[in-house]
Every structure is written in structure tokens, then in C-alpha cells.
């Protein structure tokens, strides 16, 4: 089954309030109660019914905190051509990505978090849920 919202928009929600929205996107309900949100630059994200989100993600330029007073800490590895950022927040939520040095995205993984992304690899953690 596939929502049927205007072309210009999909956010996908799961029951404990974790969403993902971009603009511009595709949506696709699941009947065990994942989605699928597709991106118009070729990101894809999967959001389970319990709030983790699981996503590849072509590039990554900037990702934007809301609130840093909500980020109890910061990881980050770095190789000679990845770096990985893991991010923990007040109220148990999580974002990991990894990329590449030149900004290619890999792969992003998240659980209980709400997430914008905007076009050009830019990405709005807009908070997170307990």
C-alpha cells in the first residue's frame, strides 16, 4: 500500500514517535508496519514499527542539531578514507553514519530520533524520543 500524500512531501512516523521526513519524497507503508521513504537523490530509509531507521544515503554535507543541549556524546572514528559519527542523545536516542572522506555517503542507522533531510546531503535531527 503506498501513501497517497501531495509529491512534494513524505514522513514516515513509527508508533513511539521517531519520524523521517523528506521533502519531495516517496512513501510506502509495509503491512508489518515498516515504511520505506525514498528520496528524489537516492537515499532510502526503512523505519520499523519500533523506531529504528536504517537508511543508504548517497552524500553527507551537514547535519544540523536542533538542540545540542539533547547530545549526551559524540563518537567519531576515522580511517584514511571513512569517517564514522555516532551521536547518543538525552532520552536514548542514537544516529551513526558513516561516509566517505569526500562527503559520498554509506550507509545511516538510527533508532528512536526524529530526522528532516533536505536536499544536498543535508540532514536536521530535529530531536529524540524515550
Known sequence: ??????????????PNG??????GGKRTDFPDGSQLIEGRDGD??????????SGTIPEIRQVQI????????HEVVT???TTSHTLHFIGGGVLAFLHHRDGR???????????RTLPNGVFVVCGSHA
Not at 500500500?1 to 513509527?14: F, Q, Y
Open 79 to 81: 580511517t584514511s578514507d
Open 66 to 73: 536542533g538542540d545540542l543541549a539533547q547530545v549526551l556524546r
Open 18 to 23: 521517531a519520524f523521517v521526513d523528506i521533502p
Open 44 to 53: 532510502k530509509y526503512i523505519l520499523t514499527e519500533d523506531g529504528s531507521i
Open 1 to 14: 500500500m503506498t501513501d497517497e500524500r501531495p509529491k512534494n512531501s513524505s514522513r514516515a512516523t513509527a
Open 105 to 115: 555517503g554509506m550507509s545511516f542507522e538510527a533508532s528512536r530520533i526524529m530526522l
